[in-house]
């Protein structure tokens, strides 16, 4: 599954300095999440309300979408400098506590029934096996070598698996993410703007498991004017 090594294997590891990038970028890193989810809010309105400040001419649940991803970004913060992340059940479950608040059919915990995935006849597992489906991840990123490889596996294991009854990819991306920061690299942003290119990939990638085509994908989303920054 390794891919061959772009630019981005060149980055320095630096945790600090990937941390200070993250949290300057936490409120493009919101907004392309909630666009990504057909939540149409601007930038500025998504750094309001981040400021604590309601933004009128829009639905209170979608304001709640978009505050749950900062406070799962903050928390994903927090893990890292007091280097509590790890990919484990209950660092997921902690993480989906807040990214899945009010949102998903339950928050805080696996699945109890089965999912589907719209565009695809694949199934993910059933719910009674999911602690040991999370479990394989977890053994399977032990031969993983290359960070981007391994963090990029993080978040199709979860995307695939379908562990939470919603909120799957948005969760996969912040596991992905915490990886890379745990490890001092910069995070992965999906910009809204390649939204139909990642849906096409994914349906792709849900049918036949092979993660080629979407880790080149992800590689692609890195930011490439952290080359000056962390190389």
């Known amino acids: 599954m390794t891919i061959n090594l772009d630019w981005a294997n060149l980055l320095k590891p630096n945790k600090a300095t990937a941390l200070m990038l993250a949290k300057r970028e936490v409120g493009v890193l919101v907004h392309d999440a909630v666009l990504l ?11 309001t309300l981040l400021d604590g400040i309601t933004v009128g001419g829009h639905k209170l649940a ?4 978009a505050t749950n991803q900062a406070d799962a970004w903050r ?12 990919v484990s059940e209950k660092i997921a479950c902690e993480v989906h506590s807040l990214a899945g608040k009010e949102e998903a059919l339950a928050w805080g915990t696996f699945r109890s029934g089965m999912v589907t995935i719209a565009g695809t006849n694949y199934l993910p597992p059933e719910a009674g096996t999911l602690s040991q489906a999370y479990q394989v991840l977890i053994s ?3 031969s993983i070598m290359d960070i981007y490889d391994r963090a ?4 199709l294991s979860m995307a695939r698996n379908q562990f939470f009854f919603d909120v799957n990819k948005r969760m996969g991306r912040f596991m992905m993410n915490g990886v890379l920061l745990s490890a ?6 999906l910009p809204a703007k390649r939204q139909l290119e990642f849906n096409e990939l994914m349906i792709g990638f ?9 880790n080149q994908f992800m590689r692609s989303c890195v930011d490439a004017r952290l080359e000056k920054i962390m190389c």
């Open 62 to 65: 979608d304001q709640q979408v």
């Open 184 to 189: 001092g690299y910069p995070v992965i942003n």
């Open 75 to 86: 928390r994903i913060f927090a893990m890292v400098e007091n280097e509590r992340f790890e």
């Open 206 to 214: 849900y049918e036949s498991g092979d993660e080629h085509h979407m």
């Open 140 to 142: 399977e990123l032990r």
């Open 152 to 155: 990029i596996h993080v978040f």
């Open 37 to 47: 989810e057909g939540i149409n809010f601007t930038l500025p309105e998504i750094q």
